[in-house]
């Protein structure tokens, strides 16, 4: 993507240098200047954004009538957790563009794409074709042809053929591959290529005049300029000054802007550009309608905000579980009312048995939680992300979430929070905190967890998690010893007797072991020759090193054990000093 980026860059410079004069020697920039490389600059190395970027074609005149002159990149992230995220991104588009390394293979993103696709082409035939990326060929060791191959023996078994494969009867068609290098740049050209190749055999075009219509790839809200729209635009033309709506929410477009963030007057199809002017959030993967008038745009949302509290959904928000099955029963303000109504009954005593017999919380351990996000397509992959965890349980969890919205942690979301025993995680956002909702969680211990790698917020959640989790049993060995002699006190073999020891792993305790969540009985179990245990869950009635009663042995040193109760120790057994320790975790 970087390497499309640079080839984006450099078209933009050749444009700009044919309206305007050549600079003076020694100012002119590099192409290497007009980009930003993305790689090794996300956080935790991978894409977590849908961005868009276009290459200009310099051979094709500039024409407002020329049928191609530029090709868009929606780049969309490939992590399992953004799915929703890809989808929006493949419903923007004409080509879909498997990325598939030469040393890695399909991967179970890739399968998931190329479902994605399958379900789309059999829905709209003609609406969408499949490229094929190859990508690291310039890595060592990589043979590319038998790269290919591979990949296509793969892809084979998915319903996809490559042109090389391809049969009269394949449903899709002979796929295009093209091997290609980020680092070199080597088979870019031949990408570009293949896809304005695409676009002819697919015959696309759209019409210039008409009103807008596009869809949106992400939105959220920008201190001083309010609701920040992402959308692409898929026929006819959006200008300054025009009136959009999508779903319930509309507004008058103020800001226009292209993917370099500069002002522009006028959007034509396919072409990404940032707009301000909703007046509320709408949902990123909704369409974009421009209309004629404010009063058409405010009818239209009136309608559908009157269908929506007919249908009782105003407080639901979508998820995308085509191919997840998710316990979710309560969310939204139906969720907050309930938790705040039990915290409530419970704080002032006002529940009666009967209801405390028909709650549905004894059959579910509910983990109720407060999502924020930076903006409303990475809020969706967390809310998604967060809900799908509990299938990863073998406990009968519930994650309820009963807040979700964009923006910073405000002090009515901490209320919340104190009031449902809620947490809090934050995905992605940047910029300055609430100092007066950060010091009232403070003050109330409301655990805040914020990331912007999806991976290790998730991570954290399960830690969160786990002390809603009931406690398990945790076994841990603290040290090992190999009997090398027993001796009889007072030379009575019916009388206790002592194992001589040499500690051959950690170390031995006489009682217990100082842990975080205080001290742990020690405990001793024997191991005929290091497997078949004869006894476990001993104490220990002494332990002596040389004549010295001690409360703990080395590793290395010799000593002897007398264990409580127990007779039957041999030489050449194995004793070990374990404890057990309570512990919630999320299993």
Avoid at 5 to 24: L, M
Avoid at 271 to 296: T, W, Y
Avoid at 357 to 384: C, F, M, N, Q
Wanted: net charge negative; charged share 30%; proline share 3%.
């Amino acid at each position: 993507m970087d390497a499309l980026r640079r080839k984006a860059a450099g078209s933009t410079q050749i444009t700009q240098n044919k309206s305007k004069k050549k600079e003076k020697k020694g100012k002119k920039k590099r192409d290497d200047d007009l980009f930003q490389a993305v790689a090794g600059t996300e956080a935790g190395g991978i894409t977590q954004v849908v961005s868009a970027f276009q290459i200009r074609m310099p051979n094709i005149s500039d024409s407002a009538n020329s049928d191609i002159d530029t090709v868009t990149f929606l780049d969309t992230p490939g992590h399992a957790a953004f799915k929703s995220m890809r989808k929006s991104g493949s419903n923007g588009a004409d080509v879909l563009v498997l990325v598939i390394a030469a040393d890695d293979g399909v991967s179970p993103q890739t399968i998931e794409l190329i479902n994605m696709y399958k379900e789309i082409a059999r829905a709209q035939p003609g609406s969408i074709t499949l490229m094929v990326a190859m990508t690291k060929i310039d890595k060592p060791g990589i043979d590319i042809e038998q790269s290919m191959r591979q990949i296509e023996n793969q892809l084979m078994e998915h319903e996809i053929f490559t042109e090389r494969m391809t049969t009269p009867d394949c449903e899709f068609g002979g796929v295009q591959m093209v091997p290609l290098s980020g680092l070199t740049g080597e088979g870019i050209d031949d990408l570009v290529e293949g896809l304005i190749l695409q676009s002819e055999v697919m015959d696309l075009r759209a019409c210039r005049e008409s009103r807008a219509e596009g869809l949106i790839i992400d939105a959220k809200v920008e201190t001083g300029l309010g609701v920040v729209v992402d959308c692409i635009i898929r026929w006819g033309k959006l200008e300054v000054g025009d009136y959009v709506h999508s779903g319930v929410h509309g507004g008058k477009v103020r800001i226009l802007n292209d993917v370099n963030n500069k002002s522009i007057k006028r959007a034509s199809p396919s072409q990404p550009v940032r707009l301000v002017g909703f007046k509320s959030l709408p949902k990123a993967g909704d369409p974009i309608l421009c209309v004629q008038s404010e009063e058409i745009s405010k009818e239209i949302i009136a309608r559908r905000e009157a269908l929506a509290a007919a249908n009782d959904s105003g407080n639901n928000y979508r998820i995308d579980d085509s191919n997840t099955k998710l316990d979710v029963q309560i969310s939204g303000g139906a969720s907050k009312k309930g938790f705040m109504a039990n915290n409530v009954l419970k704080k002032y005593n006002l529940h009666d048995e009967a209801q405390e017999d028909s709650k549905e919380d004894d059959e579910h351990i509910r983990i109720p939680v407060i999502l924020k996000a930076d903006a409303d397509g990475t809020l969706a992959a967390l809310r998604d992300s967060i809900l799908a965890i509990q299938e990863q349980s073998s406990l009968n969890l519930l994650i309820d979430p009963i807040e979700i919205s964009v923006g910073h942690v405000t002090p009515s979301d901490v209320n919340m929070a104190i009031d449902s025993g809620a947490s809090i995680f934050c995905f992605n956002l940047k910029g300055s905190k609430d100092k007066s909702a950060m010091s009232l969680a403070s003050t109330n211990n409301v655990d805040i967890r914020s990331n912007n790698v999806i991976y290790r917020l998730l991570e954290d959640a399960k830690d969160v998690f786990s002390g809603f989790c009931p406690p398990s049993p945790v076994e841990k060995i603290h040290g090992k010893a190999l009997v090398q002699a027993v001796f009889d006190i007072n030379n009575n073999k019916n009388a206790e007797r002592v194992a001589g020891l040499k500690v051959t792993d950690g170390k031995l305790y006489l009682k217990n072991i100082a842990v975080e969540s205080g001290t742990l009985n020690c405990l001793y179990r024997i191991k005929k020759k290091g497997k078949e245990v004869k006894a476990e869950g001993l104490t220990a009635k002494s332990l002596r090193r040389v004549k010295d009663e001690v409360t703990d042995v080395r590793l290395g040193d010799e000593c002897g054990l007398n264990l409580e109760g127990f007779k039957d120790v041999e030489e050449g057994d194995v004793i070990e000093c374990y404890s057990i320790e309570m512990k919630r975790k999320f299993v």
